[in-house]
């Protein structure tokens, strides 16, 4: 029954189907949840003390950077499951999550820049931090790269997949770098042993602004996925009965 | 809390709204990306079923 179950799943036709019902269904609440984040965020939290209302720029920042890793390990996941089990519908979940991952990286360096300026009075140093999640962006758009230069979509699903997984060496090191090296960036708060050292006033928005871009990468990576499956089925009668229908 | 005080971040205005700014911009992409892209697909893949049934026809 199991087997049966993941089978259907695995479909591309189904889920397709499953993932249009889905997709409203995450992105609703993901708007919600942001509205709300950015509310407590920009609105309700009290200035900081030390860096004034700068420090509101964390609301972004600190969640892309989350997002921007997890995204990564859930690609390389992904891909190893397509390139063990050979389940298409892992290889087009890995594909479709680098473009998501690389802008949420983006988003980390560039808010993390505009936050260093008034902060640390530089754009960027080339501390063990930033280069890490540099050489992020630059896995995520290698994987890119590697999967447009490969016409066979199952060949480049292979190779994109190996590349992934070599990469992920790097994901413990972002996360280490400001305890391992010394650097401008300050360590965590939030993710400490003991207590989080940041006031609940700002941990709400934070939290609703880190589940806001997870739910956000939920429903956006099966609109790309469902448009990888249209691209790989497309001689298949179902696919071509949907284009006729628009 | 005034409008105004809210718009200017205390002096921060241009790194905080930049940054949300980018932010949106960014999230708004990856969202119309692939909706561009199905109606492409779909598009493409209609015009191939029309021209093969007129070859055959």
């Not at chain 1, 089978?7 to 509205?35: D, E, N, Q």
């Not at chain 1, 447009?148 to 997984?165: P, S, T």
């Not at chain 1, 602004?209 to 739910?215: N, Q, R, S, W």
Request: with cysteine; charged share 15%.
């Amino acid at each position: 029954m199991f087997n049966n179950f993941f089978h259907r799943m695995a479909s591309p036709k189904h889920f397709y189907r499953l993932a249009g019902i889905l997709i409203p269904w995450l992105a609703v609440p993901c708007l919600l949840l942001t509205l709300a984040g950015l509310y407590y965020g920009l609105v309700k939290a009290p200035p900081d003390y030390q860096q004034g209302d700068s420090y509101r720029i964390m609301f972004i920042h600190v969640p892309a950077a989350w997002m921007s890793m997890f995204i990564y390990v859930v690609m390389a996941g992904a891909g190893a499951i397509g390139l063990i089990w050979r389940i298409k519908l892992a290889e087009m979940v890995a594909i479709s999550s680098a473009p998501i991952g690389a802008s949420f990286t983006f988003l980390a360096l560039v808010t993390g820049s505009i936050w260093g300026k008034p902060m640390w009075g530089t754009w960027w140093v080339w501390d063990a931090r930033l280069t890490s999640e540099l050489i992020l962006l630059f896995l995520y758009l290698g994987v890119i790269a590697l999967n447009n230069a490969i016409d066979d979509k199952r060949m480049a699903a292979r190779a994109v997949a190996i590349l992934a997984l070599v990469g992920v060496i790097n994901i413990p090191i972002i996360h280490y770098s400001v305890e391992w090296w010394n650097t401008l960036h300050q360590g965590p708060t939030v993710t400490k042993f003991d207590k989080p050292s940041i006031h609940l006033s700002m941990l709400i928005p934070l939290l609703l602004m880190a589940v806001a871009f997870k739910l956000y990468y939920a429903f956006v990576v099966l609109m790309r996925a469902r448009c990888e499956v249209l691209d790989r089925e497309r001689n298949s009668g179902w696919v071509k009965e949907l284009a006729e229908k628009t | 809390m005034n409008l105004e005080e809210f718009f200017n971040m205390g002096g921060y205005a241009v790194y905080v709204w930049s940054s949300y700014g980018i932010a949106l911009l960014v999230l708004l992409v990856n969202i119309i990306a692939p909706l561009r892209q199905r109606k492409k697909l779909l598009h493409g893949i209609a015009a191939t079923a029309r021209r093969r049934a007129r070859r055959n026809a």
